[in-house]
């Protein structure tokens, strides 16, 4: 009996070993993901610097061309005039009005090659500069793409290592019971967290109020305001606290709702779902369905990376089997602002994000209060 609890004990060292190894797996992936994202961004921004750069200098080289060609029409008047003729009026007593119109109509010209000439000589010396920004670009771009290829060969090789520890760690949960017992500890640390998280946040109320007032002033100030990279990406700015929004609110992400509120879970029939499970592919981008404080942004065993926000009155909202989290605990976030990525966390085989909401602590249907 007693080899048998030691080997019990082994068998659950080993299994807490491998998970603490697939949450810093994880997690290294998410950085990685969120660096490839960044220089993904880097990368379009350079080329569509190339495009612009591309653009001005074509711009720049049809209108020398066409300078040149007015330049040469001018020259070619001047010329057929002859080169004497300005002379020749000069000695022309017999129409004096007429000598002077001709000496002001060859000082036009002369002072209209020269404009051209200027013209010419500015254009092409912006075109040579536009020549030197665009060959930076290029190499700007080169290396952002060759930084681009080695993340995404580092990345190949965290996803490797988690799928050797995914193998692993399912190979030790042969039985139901296993497979329920690990369930039920991941649902009670999620809700110890939640409980934690509450009773920390006490007073988060007055907080949310302040940063309304200060966000509205914002809005209403002649000072320029910085807009967030996440703006304008068609979520409503909700007015009121979060109880009045109920049935209102935007979902995360778009996606089919594979698992809903209170049904069971795949991988136990005693448990049951205390959110939603939407389908959506890696890398989606997930948004804050209304503003609120990031509380907890870290990986937890069973939800992945886990990204929660308060938003007072003892509201929070959870997403988790994150790919990637762009929120920081500590940090303010507004309605639609992108806070992490849809992944495969958690030691899920497939991509998709749990969306939960707590009321108190107790979890209510996101279907009540998203909306239809």
């Not at 290829?149 to 190979?171: F, N, T």
């Not at 991988?267 to 509380?295: C, F, R, Y």
Request: proline share 3%.
């Amino acid at each position: 009996m007693e080899a048998a609890d030691q080997n019990m004990q082994r068998i659950q060292l080993q299994k807490n070993t491998l998970n603490t190894q697939l949450g810093e797996v994880e997690k290294l992936y998410g950085r990685t993901a969120a660096l490839l994202r960044t220089l993904q961004g880097q990368v379009e921004q350079k080329r569509q610097n190339l495009i612009r750069i591309r653009q001005e200098k074509q711009s720049l080289q049809d209108e020398v061309a066409k300078q040149n060609k007015e330049l040469a029409g001018q020259i070619k008047a001047a010329y057929a005039m002859g080169q004497k003729e300005q002379l020749k009026l000069l000695l022309n007593q017999q129409d004096p009005a007429l000598s002077s119109r001709m000496v002001v109509y060859y000082d036009y010209l002369n002072k209209a090659r020269l404009t051209k000439l200027a013209g010419i000589s500015e254009s092409m010396q912006r075109l040579d500069r536009l020549g030197k920004q665009q060959q930076q670009e290029t190499e700007l771009l080169e290396k952002s793409l060759e930084q681009k290829k080695s993340e995404q060969i580092a990345a190949d090789g965290v996803r490797k290592r988690r799928a050797e520890l995914l193998k692993q760690l399912k190979s030790g949960f042969s039985s139901n019971e296993q497979q329920l017992i690990h369930l039920r500890d991941s649902e009670n640390k999620l809700r110890n967290l939640v409980s934690s998280l509450q009773r920390s946040n006490n007073d988060l109320n007055l907080e949310v109020e302040r940063s309304k007032m200060l966000s509205k002033a914002a809005e209403v100030s002649p000072e320029p305001v910085k807009n967030s990279p996440d703006s304008g990406n068609g979520f409503p700015k909700l007015e009121g606290d979060f109880p009045s929004l109920k049935g209102r609110l935007p979902w995360p992400v778009k996606g089919r709702l594979t698992n809903k509120f209170g049904s069971v879970r795949a991988e136990s029939t005693e448990n049951i779902w205390d959110g939603v499970l939407i389908d959506a592919s890696e890398g989606t981008e997930i948004h804050a369905i209304t503003s609120g404080k990031v509380v907890f942004s870290d990986w937890l065993r069973g939800y992945g990376l886990l990204i929660i926000i308060d938003h007072g009155q003892g509201y929070m909202t959870l997403y988790a089997f994150n790919q990637s989290l762009y929120r920081q605990a500590g940090e303010w976030v507004d309605a639609g602002e992108v806070v992490a990525s849809v992944g495969q966390s958690g030691g899920r085989s497939r991509s998709g994000l749990y969306f939960g909401i707590r009321n108190k602590g107790k979890p209510v249907d996101p279907l009540e209060w998203c909306r239809k």
